[in-house]
């Protein structure tokens, strides 16, 4: 495999490219690219004198933003239905954890990062990155509850589509319950996930079913 160093100016974002990050993670991301720079290069193909980016869309607007020379690519000549295959398996294809060992892991880490840092890169919670941490491989079923909980604290991720009105609609709403969000307790650092949990509490806990 061969790594090429190709201008920003001749990359180009896929059209039908799927992916989406929502705001909480794009910081992450931006936060690890700024601290350790591309280390992952960019898939891309050749297309109409340029090079359309096949997998790593999202790292490629930042760097973009960040103004870099040039970007790390892995160049590989595909058509568009093999394109888009490759594209999704390397956005779909992802192992799981051995806990313990991520314990063990995230143990070494915290002890020599802050964890407001290592909070900044990773999409964890205070509370999940704690519990995540405590693991060993002392007691399994200890570490499933744990595991368990940890899950429930974790940030997820939903990504909603809306007409421009219905858009409108949306960002008043949530414009306005922000003040509120400051004056709760919670763990999530997203202050608009926040806000729109307390719109849709505040609408199960007033409206009643029909």
Known sequence: ???V?????????????????????????????VRYGLVEP???????GAYEVLSGNQRFRIISDLKSQTVPCVVVNLNDDEAMLLAQALNGLRGEDDLALKGELLRSILASIPEN????LLPETAYSLRTLSSFTHT???QHLEAWEQAQAAKLKHMQLQFTYKQLELVEEAVS??????KDDSFDNPNTRGNAVYLL???????VKEE
């Open 42 to 48: 960019l898939v891309v193909r050749p297309k109409n």
């Open 176 to 181: 306005r319950i922000l003040p509120r969000v």
């Open 200 to 206: 849709c509490r505040f609408y199960l806990e007033n």
């Open 139 to 141: 007691d399994i079923a």
């Open 5 to 33: 160093e190709i201008s920003p100016d001749q990359l180009h974002e896929a059209p039908w490219n799927p992916n989406q990050m929502d705001e909480s993670m794009q910081e992450r991301l931006k936060e690890s690219l």
């Open 117 to 120: 840092e290592v909070l900044s």
């Open 1 to 3: 495999m061969k790594i």
